[in-house]
Structures are given as C-alpha cells and as structure tokens.
C-alpha cells in the first residue's frame, strides 16, 4: 500500500501552480540545491506564462521532457519531428546534430491544428517552432522547447511511432488541457496490459472527444482494445474476453492510481469476431471508433480497416441498412407505447391514490378508481364544500383518458397532452395536500381514532391480498410485520407509521395526547395510508392480469376475463364500440351459454371480485376459445 502511495505522488496529475513538491517528508536540501530548484521553477513558469499569453487557446499542452540521456534511433526520429527545421518552408529536411548541455531542460510544447485554415501545416508548425523556441531563450539559454502539432502527434501513432508517447508519459506536465493526462494514463495502461496479454492484443486506440481536440481538464478517456480470439482453445471467447476485461479494467484503475489521474478512464473490450460482425452489420459506434480513432499499438488490424474506411470500402449490407431502418420505427413505437402507459398509468395513480387516501383520511371505505371522481365531488365539493369542481374534473379527465387507452378509443397520446396531463397532477397533488390539512383540522382529535381505524381495516385489505383472511386485531402489526416488512416487500419505516398511529390511539383514550403527538400521529397515518392504497391498485392489477386470456382472431385482438364465478368475453379489444359478453364458469374450467353484458357491467365484477390468487386454465376452455372466437385463434403469451 505505502509503493502504491510514493508511485501516485511521483506522477503528479498537473502543476498548474507550479511544480510539485517532492514526494514524502523532505530533508534539508543544501543551500546551493534548494536555489538551483527554485530558479529552475521560476524559469519554467515564466515560459509557460510567456506561451499562454501569446497563443492562449491553441496550447494543448506543455510539459517538462525527462533528463535526456543516450537515445534509440527511434526516440531521436520521435523528436525529430518536433523540431522547427524539420518543417521550414522550401527548405529540405537535414538532421541537425547538437552538442549535449549538461544542465539543459528539454520542454515539449503540443499545438492545436486541428481548426486552423489559414495557412498549410508547414507554415503553422514553423511559425510557432520558430516564436516558441525564441521565446526559450529569451528566458533562459538552458531552455530547449520543441513544438509539435497535434495532427502531427496523432500522425505519429498512425505511422506506428509510439516513442514520443513514452517521453510524453515519462514527463512533467506545466499545462494541460486535459490532452497530456489521456496519452499519460492510457500509455502506462497500455504498457501493462502488452506487458500481460502481448500476444492476445492486436490494437489498443484512444477514442472519444480527446482525439478531436476538445479535451478538457475533467474530460473522460475512452480507449479500446481488440483482443485476438481466432486461436482459443481452453476456453469459449466469451470466457476469454471476460476474463481478460475484468484484468483489463482492474489494470485502468492501477494506472489511475499511479499517476494520480483522477479522470475516469473508460475501457472498451472487444472481441476481434464480434468486431468484424458489427462492422459488417455497419454499427455506427464501430465506425465511429474507426473513423476518429487514434492507435496507441496496432499489430495490422486498425490502420488497414480505418484505411478501408476513409476510401469508402467499407459499407453496411442490405440487411443491415433494413435493420437499422426498422430500428427507428420500433423507437417510435416504444416511444409511443411509453406515452401511453405514462398516461395510463404514473398520471393516473399520482392523482387516483391521493384522492382514495383523502377520502379515507375522511372515513369514507376508498371506492372503486371509476367511482372516486363522483364520490370526491359528493362528499369534498357539495357535501363539505372544502374543494373546487375544477380539481374533481382533473381527476374525471385522468380516469376517462386511462380507459380510452386502455380500450382503444384513443390510440395515441402525444407529448404536449402528456405535457397537460402531468402539469394538471401536479396542480392537483398540491390542492389536496392543502385538502388533507383541511379535513385534519376539521377531525382534529377526532381524527386520531379514525385514522386508527382507517389504518387497521388498510392493515386487514393488504393481508388479505396476501391470503390471510382472517387476523385477530391483536396479530395485525405482528402479521404484517412478518408477511411484508421482514420480507422486504414493503419498506420498515411503514411498520413504524403504523405503531406510531396505535400508540397515539392509546394515549388519546388515556387523555394524555399532546399537540405533537396528534401531528406526527396524523402525517404517519397519511403516509401509511397513501402508500397502502397504492400497493392495492397495483397489486389488484396485477393479480387481475392473471386472470386475462388474450388472443388473437385474424387480425382482431379479444380477450377473455376469469373472475370468481363468470367470465367476460371482449371480441375485438381495438374497437371503438366494444362487443362484450358474459358466461358463467363452470366447474371443468368450460364457459356455459354467453348472454349480452356491457362495459358498465364488466367493471362493476372487476370491482366486487375478490383478487385472485391463481388463475387456472383448464383444457375445455380451449375448445371454447374455438367455438367463440374461430379455429384460427391463437392465445398470446408475454414473455
């Protein structure tokens, strides 16, 4: 642990402020040293801030190069390209030898190019060599700044030369956009993984935002690797690249830790098979990652397709463009159907349950969804005159648009009605939470003891939905404890509502109920019974689904509803005028003689059937689903 701790502070992420302290308590440096180290930062910050106030936004970076020492061929070409000779207009390249200075410090300055149109690359990368190398020596002759584009950087990497890379890594930034940290981290991390997969690797690339120029300080670094899976024999490719992408995305962590780069560095494995199919299928995050991608490494796989790419040889099959095609309508589908059960469902219960525990808050047993607006406007409008006839009317738009919906009578909903739908919930979920202050102060101590009440004969409906039928009162809190709050079903903090509202029914009857105790009694109370009533809807909806057999009759949807003792046939679910009808349910699991029956009359068997807790479908009812709807029908299964 404590390696790891001097390696992060010995890769220092920036210095913007200047350089960095040496790592760990620190000796007293000898008088000569300690000037010597604060000249060399002095000088440094001054060039910096020379560059910065000269060239300002087109600075990707500049970093302190490490001590030079006897260089490869390789390094030497790498730097090579960062002199300004090397690019002086109608001049030809020569190589320069220079005589090695024994204090010198080698600064690397990379340029933005990437949005430059006046004048060639040529001309730009002499004109900032020439002003930047000046602007060294005007500093301090032992400065050596060496300039390099960054499509120059890039070019380098697209060439296989990877040195300048290494230095870059090896350094110490002064100023970063963001650009120095990505190509630190990602060639450390590269180096690692080479180092432990070298044979299964074939290119490892950075991607993203970084490699277009726009990287900024808190920029993501995105790279990618292709792994070689043409050759495994211990194991499936899909174990393979698993394996190696968990070590992988461990090994990116390391190499955070290391150099103390705290941008998140986001890994991509891909299989070299799965790579190829989803080029061919022309997966446009594929040819993203090909066309704006940069290779850090590559054994001869990225450049060639990139190549392929860019000359246009590279196109998606007519599957594939059909597939994409059929891709966009099935998203506006999706879309659509998300409109619809937002509709159907979240607008409607934002206002149906608040409105049911209103009324129950009130002592009303909580009605059927259809008859809530009605008895909300008996009760709350005529009756008490505590709410306005425009708020009932909310609530009546919302039940009527969940039924159109779900009948088919309205096939559509589009965004600016959802728009609507939802700004009216939010009006009303704030008029009834004024509502329910209304009807506390009106019960006030009263109240408590119906609440009390409200919240035992909540308590009994929810274990019955669980199939416990009868409870004695003094096994209710225990029961649903054990049946829903162990469990996990239902949250504990609404075992504590429920305790809070009997300990404040036990103290009423004793009078020695305080002020506070009424009120946290009461938004216990409120809360519980709210969120209670809204486990009931969903749950009856559920259990009621099970009890639906659907089907399919030439190109009409219909549906059969197995209640207690009836069932309820709709012929086309699609159709604006609704063909239902009823039977009775047999014994053998057969339908007997149907009779003509209405919506009306199908929702009112909804509301009065117990819920139930299984729904067998026995063989004789498939002869019956012939008989009704045709031989051709089929019976829809979700999945």
């Not at 760990?24 to 000898?30: E, K, M, T």
């Not at 500049?62 to 790498?78: D, M, Q, R, W, Y």
């Not at 609530?395 to 965004?415: F, T």
């Not at 009216?424 to 509502?435: C, G, H, V, Y």
Request: proline share 5%; aromatic share 6%; glycine share 6%.
């Amino acid at each position: 642990m404590a390696k790891k701790t001097a390696q992060k502070t010995l890769q220092p992420k920036s210095i913007e402020a200047g350089l960095p302290p040496l790592p760990g308590p620190q000796p007293q440096l000898p008088p000569e040293l300690e000037k010597k180290l604060k000249a060399l930062k002095t000088k440094v910050e001054s060039f910096k801030k020379k560059v910065l106030d000269k060239f300002g936004d087109y600075i990707v970076g500049i970093t302190i190069l490490p001590p030079e020492k006897p260089l490869s061929k390789e390094e030497k070409e790498a730097l090579a390209s960062a002199e300004p000779e090397s690019r002086k207009p109608g001049e030809a390249k020569e190589e320069k030898k220079e005589e090695k200075k024994e204090e010198q410090i080698n600064l690397l300055v990379v340029v933005d190019d990437t949005t430059s149109q006046k004048m060639t690359k040529d001309e730009l990368h002499y004109k900032f060599s020439t002003i930047i190398k000046q602007m060294g020596e005007e500093v301090d002759k032992q400065l050596a700044p060496k300039s390099i584009l960054l499509t120059d950087l890039w070019q380098n990497c697209y060439d296989a030369k990877y040195d300048l890379n290494r230095l870059i890594s090896m350094s110490m930034p002064l100023h970063d956009t963001g650009m120095l940290a990505a190509i630190k981290i990602a060639e450390i991390h590269k180096s690692m993984v080479l180092k432990k997969f070298d044979k299964y690797i074939l290119s490892y690339v950075l991607a993203g935002s970084l490699t277009q120029g726009k990287a900024t300080p808190t920029s993501d670094i995105d790279v990618w690797i292709v792994i070689d899976d043409t050759d495994v024999k211990k194991m499936t490719r899909f174990e393979l690249k698993d394996k190696l992408r968990a070590i992988i995305i461990g090994m990116g962590a390391e190499a955070g830790e290391r150099t103390g780069i705290k941008n998140k560095l986001n890994i991509q494995v891909y299989i070299l098979t799965d790579f190829w199919e989803s080029l061919k299928e022309a997966n446009p995050i594929i040819f993203t990652l090909l066309r704006d991608g940069v290779p850090f490494y590559d054994r001869g796989i990225f450049m060639p397709w990139k190549q392929l790419l860019k000359m246009g040889h590279i196109k998606p099959s007519r599957e594939a463009i059909d597939l994409f095609m059929s891709t966009g309508e099935q998203s506006l589908k999706r879309v659509q159907r998300t409109l619809n059960a937002m509709g159907m469902e979240d607008t409607y219960y934002a206002i149906l349950t608040p409105s049911q525990a209103a009324l129950m808050l009130y002592g009303v047993p909580p009605p059927t969804p259809r008859e809530t607006p009605d008895v909300m406007e008996e009760i709350f409008v005529k009756k008490e005159k505590m709410l306005e006839p425009e708020y009932v009317k909310i609530l009546k738009d919302n039940v009527k648009l969940r039924k159109d919906i779900e009948h088919g009578e309205k096939k559509e909903l589009s965004g600016t009605e959802l728009d609507i739908y939802v700004k009216n919930a939010e009006k009303f979920l704030k008029r009834i939470s004024e509502l329910f202050k209304e009807i506390e102060a009106k019960h006030d101590e009263k109240g408590i003891s119906l609440l009390s009440e409200d919240v035992i004969t909540i308590l009994r409906d929810v274990l019955r939905a669980e199939g416990l039928e009868k409870v004695p009162e003094g096994e209710l809190v225990k029961q649903f404890e054990d049946t829903l709050i162990t469990p996990g079903k239902l949250p504990a903090q609404l075992l504590r509502d429920v305790q809070d509202v009997l300990a404040a029914k036990k103290q009423f009857e004793q009078k020695k109920l305080a002020r506070a105790d009424i009120e946290k009694a009461r938004k216990s109370g409120t809360t519980l019974i709210k969120f209670l009533v809204e486990y009931l809807q969903r749950k009856r909806g559920k259990e009621l689904e099970r009890a639906k057999i659907r089907v399919k009759h030439g190109s009409k949807y219909g549906e059969v509803t197995l209640l207690d003792n009836v069932a309820f046939v709709n012929h086309d679910l699609d159709a604006k005028e609704q063909r239902i009808e009823k039977a009775p349910l047999r014994e053998n699991g057969s339908l007997g003689t149907l009779e003509s029956s209405n919506l009306e009359e199908y929702e009112k068997a909804l509301a009065q059937t117990k819920i139930p807790r299984r729904a067998f479908i026995k063989e004789p009812i498939f002869e019956d689903l012939k008989r009704i709807f045709g031989r051709d029908v089929e019976v829809l299964v979700y999945g």
